[in-house]
């Protein structure tokens, strides 16, 4: 082997380092993505992307007469009612109940529930009324976490999709534990 010939060697064997080493920066670099990756829906699970809603036709509707104030009114075909209820920080489960059958022709209103959490305004729904398993012109839900709900104002949101051009009374009840 000649002067040339080890020189040649040494050069494509710098090559393969330089080419070793920015192989092992973008093994680092995907290493680092994946751990990113497994970390990020850790931390995200304090966020109200994971509160949980589920039917609650089993409550006692005298839990809600004695706790809380109900929040009524009337709506009308293709309107809405905002309902604005603040809520502490340290409540871990809320139950909401609209009730709409109330008015003079039982079965034929459709009235749905949006509800707006407090801070990035995460968009839960929007409910019909059969999301609590029931069609009875009443929407019964409660939302919970493992952790807090997130506190501040939340937002409901009553809409009519088909009620009578006379409107249809509603009631709302939000109830939270703490």
Avoid: C
């Avoid at 501040?152 to 939270?176: A, H, M």
Wanted: aromatic share 10%; no cysteine; glycine share 6%.
């Amino acid at each position: 082997m000649n002067q040339d010939d080890l020189a040649i060697r040494l050069k494509v064997g710098d090559s393969d380092s330089e080419y070793n080493d920015i192989m092992q920066t973008k093994k680092t670099i995907l290493i680092f993505i994946i751990a990113l990756a497994l970390i990020l829906p850790a931390a995200n699970a304090w966020n109200t992307d994971h509160v949980i809603v589920s039917p609650d036709n089993q409550i006692d509707l005298n839990e809600f007469r004695n706790s809380l104030r109900s929040i009524g009114g009337t709506i009308y075909p293709d309107e809405s009612d905002t309902v604005e209820k603040y809520i502490p920080s340290d409540v871990t489960k809320m139950t909401i109940h609209l009730d709409w059958s109330g008015h003079q022709h039982p079965g034929r209103d459709s009235v749905r529930l949006t509800i707006f959490t407090p801070g990035n305004g995460d968009i839960l729904g929007p409910y019909y009324d059969s999301a609590d398993g029931q069609t009875n012109e009443k929407i019964t839900l409660t939302l919970s976490q493992s952790y807090p709900l997130p506190s501040g104002t939340w937002k409901f949101l009553v809409f009519g999709d088909d009620v009578s051009e006379e409107g249809t009374p509603y009631d709302l009840n939000i109830i939270y534990y703490t």
